[in-house]
């Protein structure tokens, strides 16, 4: 299908919206009615026909206004984007695996032209066409990372494998929850994942960790995260955190449904060819209230989900505030059917809520 | 003097040890104020170490008192300096024609140690190859992640950045390549509801 | 997470490919040169990774690591050399006695447990005998990308001496050749000492030579990230033993010349694996009960774990004595 790319905003008057098409395919994150955390790996090749894990990387309605939003962080911001010295060959890597991907998967969208070491980039939703030597970073008006990654819907951690451990060592990060490039760049997986309650104690990184390190060329992996955000607002960074802070104090019982969304990280790993990096683009999604209670399956499972949450996980992902405004909300969609098991909506075969 | 007990704490948090003699050709210490004295106590241990030592010195409140002690080690190199930033330009010339097997000792406060761990890996120095033992102040050197301005010597939570004048609260969460704490505003949800400050580890 | 999990299969993903030269290098050594059999281009890679051919020996599958030593930029043509080993489990003789150009057959994707270290102000590589071939692809990558390497090397002989000469002419100051019927070696300690902060050295050879030269790096100060090393054990004979198998509900014997790796393989039990030669932690496999010793032959799991009796690297250990259950 050709996509019609909306032209909405993520932060001021937030224009933002989903199509009946976005809620639908939505990356809904909860299998059943409760939710801990989990390694929850599987293999990321392909997936159902118009799903976001059909393609290497999903391209939808929103990448012209998320790329909108992108340049202007970093205009705002640079340190956003950044690499270390000897993470170059790593953006190359980058470059080509999404050049090559998204030429490939949407051919009526990008087209890539190699000859040698030329090649002739064209993507034409943001209108470009450059010609560059690939390996040469003189033909190109940014850094290759940042290059193809202002291009590139979902943020980008780039990590450097080293003595059995990842290394944080370049990134692209406009769209995060709440954690900040400039101060983790260079820390090693257990480092920038210090702050996350819990899983340390259940050995939850000690798995992942074991798990990435053996990522093979040619045999990516996903797995999905999730948080809360009040408006749609993509770059909660904690660099602007005292300015969009208030925000989440900003929920009445009216406005919920419109303002509070659930925000889903489609989390991607490859192993990259020449450098030995292994590649990791975060890709954020997010959905109202108001849309998600509009599938009857999803409504009664947030719910349950929310409501028997761990305390300590609500307060790390920094809604533990506004919990009980969620859960009056959320308790008018849910009456206390059974769910189906599995994340897809099942609209044809799960009853119509029933109160 | 008995060293500080650091609450165990989150994995980004450092976790400092005790000096202890390596092999190695050539070995430089760099260290503030009580940070003197795990140079002293290690020199104990293997007092022949000293003639390839270089000691880089930064004697802050102690003044005088360490100073003669510390010569008296005999390293083959000694400096006394004002100021670490006053210290750095001699620290990285040190490293610009040092070479593999070079042993790193840092002693000190968390601040002195951790700018000069930095260093020493933008020179290509594995953090293996470089021992901390913390002494003296338990003050903390802080990043505020909003201005990115540095706050020395921060000795309560919550504090003022020094340079934008926001309330941040002390979070464990460490970055070695600014070799500092982060700093986030206490107020964005409750803007003006700022608790008053209460020391560090009291 | 979606509707049809794949779950993950043993080993890398395969690549099949014809043989395109068998290239007597000397009388120890073969290379052997591979292309697509689809024609489409191999992937590229980072110097140091191997790939693991599979051989149809009589029916019997052997798995081999070897390493990649083409051009990481050239995605018409792998190469491997083999050096062939009288004494060994086969694949070597395998290899070199039955494997001819326009041969079928099936190797993985680059897998690398000896990357470079892309940080180092200056890469050191040690080589003893056919432990030249990652260096091989290694500083080709290297010239590619401006990195600065020098290459020490050590041979029995100058006719044994693969691709010595070719290396030599090429990089007449990057290259050092010791050879050893004439009583040459590698002055390590002199080497060592003076080198620049940020260098990394990489040895690769027999274990003899990868314990000296971690030893005298250690005794030189060199922290121990700044020194790598590759180290396939190859699978050794050993007396046949039985294991139960829990999760399979059944009993196989493992044969003298199998690895009980091979030996799940043979039962058609699935067991992950990559680099089969003890050094990737891919196929650790919980013990569930035992009696009697294990031989531990692998380089993954930490001495308290191996003491421990819990675990066992089925690629490479063995165990000796009345019963052992795993959970495979």
Redesign the interface.
Known sequence: MTIQFNDETFRDDYTFRNSDWAVKRF?F?F?EDSYMYSV?M??H?G??EG?V?EKRFDVDEHYVSEMKDRAIVLADDP?RCQSL???T?AGWDLLELIMVSKSEDYPDLFELHRDGNTWRWINKPLGIDDTFTF?DETTLPFGPMEYITRQSQGDFAVL????DMLWMDAGMVTTQADW?L??????NF??????VPKA?EMGIFKRAL?FLL?I????PA???NWTMTVNPLLDTS?????????Q??GLTAENIGQKQFLRVELQTFYRL????ALAFPIRCYLIAFEDIVSVPKWGRRLHRVIRDLPEELATYKGFI?NRPKMLDYLSQYDDGLPTSP???PDLDTEPALSK | MSKFQFPES????PVYGTLEPRLGHAHLFVADAEGAEAILDLAKKDPGLMSSAHIIFIPRATGETYVEQLKALRPAQFYSGPSYEAALPRLRRVFSDASMGLQVYLSGTEGLMGQAQSEAMQAGIAPAAIQTEHRGSVARRM?C??C?GITEDVMTDPFVCSHCG?NLFV????????AAY?G??ID????GNVPDPVELYS | ????????KAG??KISVVVSAKVPVNDLVTRFEFKRQDGGPF????G??HTVVEMNDAGRTRLNPYSLMSD??DTETYAISVRRDDEGRGGSLFMHNFVNVGDQMNIT????LF?????ARKHLFLAGGIGITPFVAMSK?LD??GGNWELHYGVRSAALGSYAEELSTKNPNKVHVYEDDKGEAIALEALLNGQPLGTHVYVCGPKGMIDWVRQTAKQAGWP??NVHFEEFAAPQPGEPFEVRLCKSDRTITVGEHESLLEALEREGVDAPY?CRGGA???CETDVIRHDGAFVHRDHWLEDEVKASGKKIMPCVSRFVGASLEIDR
């Open positions: 990356p994150p299998h929850n599987e293999q090749r997936g159902p799903s894990y340190l010295p000897h993470m060959l390996l450097d494998q080293r003595d900040s400039d101060f983790d760049i260079g820390m257990f480092e920038w994942h210090a702050p340390h074991k053996n093979q060329q040619g045999a996903r797995r999905l904690p660099e602007n955190y005292h300015k969009w802070g208030i989440k104090t060819p020449r450098s030995n505030d599995g994340v897809w | 989150i994995m980004s948090r990043q992640v909003h990115k926001l979070r464990d969460h460490y970055s070695r390549r600014l982060q986030v505003c964005a949800e409750d803007p | 997470m979606s509707a049809s999990p794949t779950k993950a890398a993903e992937p590229t890679f980072s140091g990774a990481p930029e994707y680059p897998v690398n990357n470079l270290d892309l940080r990558q590619r990308i121990d990230d990559l990737c932690g891919q």
